[in-house]
């Protein structure tokens, strides 16, 4: 049996020619892994400027090579600092994504900053310029399940073709996803997200809410209040949703689109 390969290229060493080369491969099409290896850069010998000198002899983040001998020096080998350390990348998008993931297998999953700094591999340290406290961090959370909530939405009401059949599907989409993601639902609506996300504009919530009232908007043209209808739609699927989630009734998806029907369906 052949076997397929993962990629086309394996570039080994991610310094600035090793990141040129898969920069221009990929650019032209191809799939590239580049490999390097060494820890994290997380660290204070790293970040430091004053203690740069440091990290020079130590195994943790150099190689320790010696140049060959020197005939005009005594044929004295000196050392070669070349670093073993790397940088992670966007790091609050990985500490988010490792988040959503642990409430995505477990409802019950720590959430602490120190937990989610081992699944990235970095040090608790580092995430303190993304996240200064763990409040911080759920509220983070809390605005991408709420993103990722209208994401879902806005595909159901384009698969469905607009107007009131995508009006309906947004409301069966957003009972699913509670369904599907208990955590990331119960988490996204219990938190009161701060003020510098919606000074910011980057409120998960009000992007959600927001494509709701454009969907009234578009679907009902004739009501003359959209936003009234948008809320009276929201608190529908809302309440059907802590409904299975509280385990008051089961979870029915024909059932949950006939009861979303006679609301996102009904208006006239």
């Not at 009972?175 to 009161?192: C, G, K, M, N, Y």
């Amino acid at each position: 049996m052949q076997e397929t390969p993962l990629a086309d290229y394996v570039i080994v060493g991610a310094g600035s020619a090793g990141c040129a080369i898969a920069y221009r491969l990929a650019e032209a099409g191809k799939s590239v892994v580049v490999v390097e290896f060494g820890g994290t850069d997380a660290g204070p010998f790293i970040q430091m400027p004053g203690a740069l000198s440091y990290p020079m002899n130590m195994k943790r983040y150099d190689w320790g090579y010696r140049s060959e001998p020197e005939p005009h020096l005594g044929n004295r080998q000196l050392a070669t600092p070349r670093g073993k350390g790397y940088h992670h990348g966007d790091l609050r998008a990985a500490v988010i994504a490792a988040g959503m993931k642990r409430l995505t297998d477990g409802g019950d999953a720590e959430l602490g900053l120190r937990a989610l700094a081992r699944d990235v591999g970095v040090s608790a340290t580092a995430l303190y310029r993304h996240f200064p406290d763990k409040e911080a961090l759920l509220d983070a959370l809390a605005d991408e399940g709420l993103r990722r909530l209208g994401a879902l939405q806005a595909q159901a009401w384009l698969k469905a073709g607009g107007g009131k059949a995508g009006f309906l599907a947004t409301g069966v989409a957003y009972v699913r996803f509670a369904h599907e993601d208990p955590a990331i639902f119960r988490l996204s609506f219990t938190r009161q997200m701060p003020e510098r996300y919606r000074e910011a504009g980057t409120d998960g919530g009000e992007t959600a809410f927001n494509l709701l009232r454009v969907g009234v908007s578009q679907a009902l043209p004739q009501l003359e209040a959209p936003d009234v209808a948008a809320l009276h739609a929201w608190s529908l699927v809302h309440g059907l949703a802590m409904l299975i989630l509280d385990r008051r009734i089961e979870w029915d998806e024909a059932r949950v689109e006939q009861v979303v029907a006679m609301t996102f369906g009904g208006f006239d």
